[in-house]
């Protein structure tokens, strides 16, 4: 579930089964794989893969 008030990049890459808080911000070149929880108001730019 991705919050509706989250900004994600289109680049990155979120996987199906990933919650993302209100607030987060999602940058370029990032890579989120299943079953990661992010909460509110996080920023992750990247490159990254969580």
């Known amino acids: ?7 994600i990049d289109p ?7 990933v919650h993302i808080g209100p607030w ?6 990032v890579e989120i794989d ?3 929880w992010i909460g ?3 920023v992750i730019q990247g490159p990254t893969k969580i």
Do not use: D, L, Q, Y
């Open 11 to 17: 680049s990155a890459r979120i996987a199906e089964n």
């Open 40 to 42: 509110p108001h996080v």
């Open 24 to 29: 987060t911000m999602i940058g370029a070149n």
């Open 34 to 36: 299943e079953g990661t």
């Open 1 to 7: 579930m991705i919050h509706p008030t989250a900004i």
